[in-house]
């Protein structure tokens, strides 16, 4: 083992040490951001990077179980996203849809979509489908797959599901928008049921959220950090569920 090894091992461990456990967020959201700069800065393909970038899901998972996290919606394919090249697109689709099939393999995950299954291809939603139903019942970790997703989609999605809904009961518009809130419209989203994210780490970086769960992280803590999403160490998360507990949660107040 390298020194430097050796070194970020013991440094990680004393991180980890001092974490509050009691403290620590409960849903986090991780936008992997990076995979193709990550590539280009070490000589590969942008497949690769996508691929490094998969590779990296597990393991992050992992640190999530050790940390009493519950949910994790990882943000892999963005509607802007669909817009790309084919001869990107198809590879890189191939690699979402293995990386889905592994989760859900793996035993440990619950997997759920949250994304627009019908702007994907046929075979992408088919392997969504049976992920989904296939870990329906393992107690573990949710596993949000944020596929074809993206913030102001989903508003419209959910608006428009409250719409044919109330249609359905003989609801008018002018009742509709006399009982209408806030929770009538949550009730809809892609993540009806779950608890809003405590903590979003975007990495790479950038320090936008590019219209990640828009309606959900309203009071979400965010955490933008520098390295690209495969070079993503544990050390790294640990860093981001440090910085969130020692922040003062207001919630507007």
Known sequence: ????????????????????????PKHIGVILDGNRRWAKASGGTTEQGHQAGADKISEMLGWCTETDVEVVTLWMLSTDNLD???????????????????????????????????????????????????????????????????????????????????????????????????????????????????LVIRTSGEQRLSGFMLWQSAHSEYYFCEVFWPAFRKVDFLRALRDYAARHRRYGT
Request: no cysteine; aromatic share 4%.
């Open 84 to 198: 790309r090249p084919e001869v990107e697109l198809r590879p890189l689709l191939n690699i979402i849809e293995n990386t889905v099939r592994g989760l859900a393999a793996d035993g440990r995950w619950r997997v759920h979509h949250v994304g627009n299954l019908d702007i994907l291809p046929a075979r992408t939603q088919t392997v969504l489908k049976e992920a989904e139903q296939a870990t329906h019942d393992i107690d573990g970790i949710l596993v949000n797959v944020a596929v074809g997703y993206g913030g102001r989609q989903e508003i419209a999605d959910a608006v428009r599901s409250l719409l044919l809904e109330h249609a359905r009961k003989g609801t008018s518009f002018e009742e509709l928008a006399e009982i209408l809130d806030i929770d009538h419209i949550a009730e809809h989203l892609y993540t009806r049921g779950q608890p809003d994210p405590d």
């Open 1 to 24: 083992m390298k020194l430097r090894d050796l070194v970020y091992r013991l440094y990680a461990r004393r991180v980890e040490g001092r974490l509050d456990h009691d403290a620590a």
